[in-house]
T-cell receptor
C-alpha cells in the first residue's frame, strides 16, 4: 500500500466548479505539503502544514485553500476552478527533522475545461 | 530568494553513455541539496541528498552528485546509463531555514535509447 495516497488520480472539471483533492498518509509525519507541477516549471509549493493547527501559504496559493482535518489528512480545494489550474498536483509529507526528505504521493492530474 | 537552475531541459543518450546533469542554486548560506527522480507515470522519489561532510554523495541506482560550494553547483552524474534511467530529474534546495521548504528546479527530462 502507498504511504501517501491521493484521490482522485485523474479529474476533469469545468470552469467555475469547486473541486477538492484529498491526501492521506500512513507515515505518521507531522508535515504535509501540496505542490503543482507544470511542464517546464518544475514543482511549485501551494500550501504547507506543520501540524493540524498550522497552515501556511506557499508561493502560489491564490485560488486555492486547504484543510488539515487530521495529522494524516490534508486536502486541497479549488474554490472556483479556472483553466490555468490544469496541472499535476502532488501531496508530500515529511517528518519534522531539519534534513528530512519529502515523500510524495502518486499525483492527481486535474484538467479544467 | 532562493532559486534553482537546471540548464538542460532535455537530454538524449544511448545506453552505456555517461550522464551529467547540471544544477546551480542561488543562496549564499548553508544549503541542503537534493536530487529527485520521477519515472514515467510515477511520483517523485528521492535519489540522493547532501547536508554536510563529503561533497561527493552517492545515491541509489549508481547515481552520485558533487557539491561544489564555490560554484553553487550540485551536478548529478552516472558513469553508464541504462534504458531504465529514462525519467525526469529534479534538483531541489533547502536553504537550511529549519523548515523543509524545498525550492525545485524546472527539471531535466532524460531519454535513454536502447
Amino acid at each position: 500500500d502507498a504511504d501517501v495516497t491521493q484521490t482522485p488520480r485523474n479529474r476533469i472539471t469545468k470552469t467555475g466548479k469547486r473541486i477538492m483533492l484529498e491526501c492521506s498518509q500512513t507515515k505518521g509525519h507531522d508535515r504535509m505539503y501540496w505542490y503543482r507541477q507544470d511542464p517546464g516549471l518544475g514543482l511549485r509549493l501551494i500550501y504547507y502544514s506543520f501540524d493540524v493547527k498550522d497552515i501556511n501559504k506557499g508561493e502560489i496559493s491564490d485560488g486555492y485553500s486547504v484543510s488539515r482535518q487530521a495529522q494524516a489528512k490534508f486536502s486541497l480545494s479549488l474554490e472556483s476552478a479556472i483553466p490555468n489550474q490544469t496541472a499535476l498536483y502532488f501531496c508530500a509529507t515529511s517528518d519534522s527533522g531539519l534534513n528530512s526528505p519529502l515523500h510524495f504521493g502518486n499525483g492527481t492530474r486535474l484538467t479544467v475545461t | 530568494a532562493q532559486s534553482v537552475s537546471q540548464h538542460n531541459h532535455h537530454v538524449i543518450l544511448s545506453e552505456a553513455a555517461s550522464l551529467e546533469l547540471g544544477c546551480n542554486y542561488s543562496y549564499g548560506g548553508t544549503v541542503n541539496l537534493f536530487w529527485y527522480v520521477q519515472y514515467p507515470g510515477q511520483h517523485l522519489q528521492l535519489l540522493l541528498k547532501y547536508f554536510s561532510g563529503d561533497p561527493l554523495v552517492k545515491g541509489i541506482k549508481g547515481f552520485e552528485a558533487e557539491f561544489i560550494k564555490s560554484k553553487f553547483s550540485f551536478n548529478l552524474r552516472k558513469p553508464s546509463v541504462q534504458w531504465s534511467d529514462t525519467a525526469e530529474y529534479f534538483c531541489a534546495v533547502n536553504a537550511g531555514t529549519g523548515f523543509q521548504k524545498l525550492v525545485f528546479g524546472t527539471g531535466t527530462r532524460l531519454l535513454v535509447s536502447p
